[in-house]
C-alpha cells in the first residue's frame, strides 16, 4: 500500500507550488534595472524589510513622490480629454522611448498650458453668457415696457436703467454698469429688469412680494435660448423678469434679493431706438466672442488630442516607475558596500527563471475563488478545489434539479461563453463581473441540473415519459383519489430515473420524501468520508504520524461506525424492499443495543454488528482525545533533555539562524493549552458528525421546496388560467408564470441553492482537512498593476 501510494503522479493542482526564500544583492547603479526584469518576470514576491519605517522615511521616497505627483497630471489630462468627448477619437501612436525626467517636465508644461486655456475659456464664456443674457434681457423686457406704455405706465424716464450708447460701450462689466447710481425720481414708478433660473423664479416673485408687502408688479417670460454653465458645461434655462416698484427703499431691497437668488440684473432703456442700437452692438460682441470662442476649442481639442496618442503609453510608464520605487523602498541599504538587498518568495522552479528573467506565470479558476473566499490554503496544504470543481455543482443540481429549469441556465452560460472575449475587455457592474467570473461554474450547474432533473422527471415540474412507459397503473380512477393502493407494478422498472407514474397519485410525497432524504445521507456521508481521507494525505505528506494514529484513524472508525452503518442500511433497504424502520434500527441502537430487532431485522447477525460497532464508537472518542496531547509532551521531553545549555561558541546570531535551538523553544510547549485544543478538536468532530449528517438534509428540504414551487406555479397559475377560455386571461397566466419561474425558480432559488452548496463545502467538507490560513502568492509584476494604483 504504500508503495502505491508512493508511485502515485503528482497532482498539480492537489498542494500549492515548493517555495523557497531567496536573498538578493543587486549592486546600487543597476538596481532599478533589475527590479524591472523581476516585475517584467513577476515570480518574486518582495518581503518587506523597512516594516519598522514610514513612507517618507524610506530611501525612495522623493521618486515615489515624484511618480504620485506625475500620475495626477496624468488623471486631471485624462478627465480633460474625457471631457471634451475625445476619448474614442484619441489612437495610440508609436512613440520613440521617453526619459521619465523629460516626461516629467513635459507633464508640467502640458497642465500649466491646459489651466491657462481652461481659465481663458471660462472667462470668455463668462462674458458671452453675459452679453447673451443682455441681449434676451433688452428684447423680452422691451416687450413689456411696450405693453405697459400703452397704459401710461413708463411715462417717467427711469433714470438709473437709462445710459448712453458711449457709457455702455466702454463700460467694463455689464452688471456694474448697472449697479452705478443715476438720477432717480423718487415719487415715480421705477423698474428693474434682470434674468434668473427658471427653477427660482417661482421662490423669487414669492420673496419679492413678501419683502415688498405687493408693491411691486412683477412680469417673467421664459428665455429663448439656454445658457452655458461655464463651469459644469450644462445648458440652464433661464426666465427674463421685469420688476416695477416704486421707492428707493424698495429698490435697494430688491437688489439684495436679486444677489442672495443669483439673478443677474441689465439695463433696459424705454426708448425703443435706443434699444435696438444696443441690441445691434450687443450682437455684433457677441457674433466676435462666438468666433474666438470656437477658436479656442479647436486649439484646445487640437492640443489633447496630441497628447492623447501618448497617453496610455505615459501612464503605464508611470505607474510601472511607481511600482518600482515602490518595490525598491522594500530593499535594506547597504551603505558600506553600496548594494541593495532584498529577501523574497518564489517558487523551487523559478530560481533560474529569475536569474534569468525569461518568462511569466499566472493562474486563474473560479472553483479556487469559492475555496479561497472560506481561506487561502496553507504552503503545500492540499487543495479542496480539485474536487469542488464537481463536487460544488452536483450538490447545486440535487437541490435544483429540474432539467427545463436547468436548460435556462444552460441557455445564459452559453451566452456567456460565447461573448467571453467581448465582455473580458469591458468594465461590467458587480453583478454582472461575478456572474461572468463564474461562468464555467454555472455551465457546470447547469448540466448536472439537467442530469439530475431527468433522474426526478421534472420539466417545470412535468414528468414525461422519456425512458419509455411505467412500470405502474393506478387500480382506481383515478390515483390521487384511490381509497385503496393506487399503484400496481405490472412491467419492470422504469429504466432511468423516477417512474413518471408516481406524480399525481397518493403516495407521490411520501415516495419522494423518503428517496430524497435517504440519498441525502449517502452524499453527506460519501462527501464527509472524502474530507477525513484527504486529511490522511495532508498528514502523510508533512510526516506526522501522530496525526494518522489518533486523528485519521479513530475519526473513520467513529464516523463509519454510526452513519456508515445507516448508510448501510439503507442501500440493503433498497435492495431488498424490506419495511424496516430505520429511525427506530438507530434509536434502539443505543437505547437498547441488546434487544432482539424483530421485523426491523435487514441481515443475519445484524445485532452483534451493531453492539460491535457502538462499541468502536464509544472508544474513538478517549483515542481522539488523550493520547496525542502525551505523545507530544513526551517527545518535546526526550528532545530537549539534556539541552538546557546552548553549545559553546554560539553567538546570538547563530541562535537566530538555528530555528530548532535548545534555548530558542525549550519553553514553547505548553502541555495544558495543547491538551484543550485537542479536546476542542475532539468535542467539535464527535458534534459534528451529526450535525454536519443532519445539515446534508437540507438537500432534501431544498429540492422538495423547489420541486412543490415549481408545480404551484404550474398547476395554481399556468393550468388555472388555461382552463378559463378567455386569450385576456391565459397571457396574463402565462406572464405571472413567466416572470414567477425566471425571478423565484432561476433567481431566488438559484441563488439558495448556491449559498447551501457553499456551506455544505466550507462547513461540513473542509472543516474536516482544510485550515485555511495561508496567504496567496503575491510576486512583484508589472502585468499585475491596475489604474486604481496609479
Not at 458671452?128 to 406704455?149: D, H, M, R, T, W
Not at 450644462?234 to 424698495?250: C, D
Not at 461572468?436 to 433522474?455: E, Q
Not at 546570538?652 to 535548545?662: F, G, H, I, K
Amino acid at each position: 500500500m504504500e508503495k502505491f501510494i508512493e508511485n502515485l503522479p503528482p497532482m498539480d493542482l492537489m498542494r500549492s507550488e515548493k517555495m523557497t526564500l531567496v536573498q538578493l544583492i543587486i549592486p546600487a547603479e543597476s538596481s532599478h534595472r533589475a527590479v524591472s526584469y523581476l516585475g517584467e518576470l513577476g515570480l518574486l514576491q518582495f518581503r518587506d524589510l523597512n516594516a519598522d519605517k514610514s513612507p517618507f522615511q524610506r530611501t525612495f521616497a522623493n521618486q515615489v513622490k515624484r511618480c504620485a505627483e506625475m500620475s495626477r497630471k496624468l488623471r486631471f489630462i485624462k478627465d480633460q480629454i474625457s471631457k471634451a468627448n475625445l476619448l474614442s477619437s484619441v489612437r495610440p501612436v508609436m512613440q520613440p522611448d521617453i526619459e521619465l525626467e523629460e516626461l516629467e517636465i513635459q507633464l508640467a508644461e502640458h497642465e500649466h498650458e491646459l489651466i491657462e486655456m481652461n481659465s481663458n475659456s471660462e472667462k470668455l464664456r463668462q462674458s458671452y453668457n453675459e452679453l447673451l443674457e443682455f441681449k434676451i434681457v433688452l428684447q423680452k423686457a422691451g416687450e413689456f415696457l411696450v405693453s405697459s406704455g400703452s397704459h401710461a405706465v413708463s411715462e417717467r424716464e427711469l433714470d438709473e436703467n437709462v445710459y448712453s450708447n458711449n457709457d455702455y460701450v466702454e463700460a467694463s462689466s455689464l452688471i456694474e454698469q448697472e449697479m452705478r447710481p443715476g438720477r432717480s425720481d423718487q415719487s415715480g414708478l421705477r423698474f428693474i429688469s434682470g434674468i434668473i433660473c427658471k427653477s427660482k423664479a417661482l421662490r423669487f416673485e414669492r420673496m419679492l412680494f413678501r419683502a415688498t408687502r405687493g408693491n411691486m408688479l412683477f412680469n417673467h417670460a421664459p428665455a429663448d435660448e439656454d445658457i452655458v454653465d461655464p463651469v459644469s458645461r450644462e445648458m440652464v434655462e433661464k426666465t427674463v423678469f421685469v420688476v416695477f416698484f416704486s421707492g428707493e427703499q424698495a429698490r435697494t431691497k430688491i437688489l439684495k434679493i436679486c444677489e442672495a437668488f443669483g439673478a443677474n440684473c441689465y439695463p433696459v432703456p424705454e426708448d425703443i431706438t435706443k434699444q435696438r442700437q444696443i441690441t445691434r452692438e450687443v450682437s455684433l460682441r457677441l457674433a466676435d466672442l462666438e468666433t474666438t470662442l470656437d477658436a479656442g476649442i479647436r486649439h484646445r481639442n487640437k492640443a489633447l488630442t496630441s497628447i492623447g496618442m501618448h497617453l496610455v503609453k505615459w501612464m503605464n510608464m508611470v505607474r510601472r516607475e511607481k511600482a518600482v520605487y515602490d518595490t525598491l523602498n522594500m530593499l535594506n541599504f547597504d551603505v558600506t558596500k553600496k548594494c541593495l538587498v532584498g529577501e523574497g518568495w518564489c517558487p523551487i522552479f523559478a530560481k533560474s527563471q529569475i536569474q534569468a528573467a525569461l518568462q511569466r506565470a499566472t493562474f486563474d479558476s473560479s472553483s479556487q475563488e469559492i475555496v479561497d473566499a472560506y481561506g487561502v490554503a496553507g504552503y503545500q496544504e492540499a487543495n479542496p478545489a480539485v474536487y469542488t470543481v464537481i463536487t460544488f455543482p452536483f450538490l447545486f443540481a440535487v437541490m435544483f434539479g429540474d432539467w427545463g429549469h436547468g436548460i435556462c441556465l444552460l441557455l445564459g452560460a452559453l451566452v456567456l461563453l460565447a461573448r467571453e472575449s467581448k465582455l473580458s475587455t469591458q468594465k461590467l457592474g458587480s453583478f454582472m463581473e461575478m456572474l461572468f467570473g463564474g461562468r464555467y461554474v454555472l455551465l457546470l450547474m447547469s448540466l448536472f441540473s439537467i442530469y439530475c432533473g431527468l433522474i426526478y422527471n421534472e420539466f417545470f415540474s412535468v414528468p414525461y415519459h422519456i425512458f419509455g412507459g411505467s412500470a405502474y397503473k393506478c387500480r382506481d380512477t383515478t390515483c390521487k383519489d384511490a381509497y385503496t393502493v393506487g399503484l400496481v407494478k405490472y412491467q419492470d422498472a422504469y429504466p432511468f430515473g423516477v417512474d413518471p407514474s408516481w406524480r399525481g397519485s397518493r403516495s407521490e410525497l411520501p415516495f419522494l420524501n423518503s428517496l430524497k432524504m435517504k440519498m441525502s445521507i449517502l452524499l453527506g456521508v460519501v462527501q464527509m468520508n472524502l474530507g477525513i481521507i484527504l486529511s490522511y494525505f495532508n498528514a502523510r505528506f508533512f510526516s506526522s504520524s501522530l496525526d494518522i494514529r489518533y486523528q485519521f484513524v479513530p475519526q473513520v472508525i467513529f464516523l463509519n461506525s454510526l452513519f456508515g452503518y445507516l448508510s448501510l442500511l439503507i442501500i440493503i433497504k433498497w435492495c431488498t424492499g424490506s419495511q424496516a424502520d430505520l429511525y427506530h434500527v438507530m434509536i434502539y441502537m443505543f437505547l437498547s443495543p441488546t434487544d432482539n430487532l424483530g421485523e426491523n431485522q435487514l441481515f443475519w447477525g445484524q445485532r452483534p454488528l451493531q453492539i460491535i460497532l457502538l462499541l468502536l464508537a464509544l472508544i474513538a472518542v478517549p483515542w481522539m482525545l488523550f493520547p496525542k496531547p502525551f505523545i507530544l509532551k513526551r517527545l518535546h521531553t526526550e528532545r530537549f533533555q539534556g539541552r538546557a545549555y546552548g553549545i559553546l561558541g554560539t553567538s546570538e546570531m547563530d541562535l537566530d539562524v538555528e530555528p530548532d535551538s535548545a534555548r530558542q523553544h525549550h519553553e514553547e510547549f505548553n502541555f495544558s493549552e495543547v491538551f484543550v485544543h485537542q479536546m476542542i478538536h475532539s468535542i467539535e468532530f464527535v458534534l459534528g458528525a451529526v450535525s454536519n449528517t443532519a445539515s446534508y438534509l437540507r438537500l432534501w428540504a431544498l429540492s422538495l421546496a423547489h420541486s412543490e414551487l415549481s408545480t404551484v406555479f404550474y398547476e395554481k397559475v399556468l393550468l388555472l388560467a388555461w382552463g378559463y377560455d378567455n386569450i385576456v386571461i391565459r397571457l396574463v397566466g402565462l406572464a405571472v408564470f413567466a416572470f414567477a419561474t425566471a425571478f423565484i425558480l432561476l433567481m431566488m432559488e438559484t441563488l439558495s441553492a448556491f449559498l447551501h452548496a457553499l456551506r455544505l463545502h466550507w462547513v461540513e467538507f473542509q472543516n474536516k482537512f482544510y485550515h485555511g490560513d495561508g496567504y496567496k502568492f503575491r510576486p512583484f509584476s508589472f502585468a499585475s498593476l491596475t489604474e486604481d494604483e496609479d
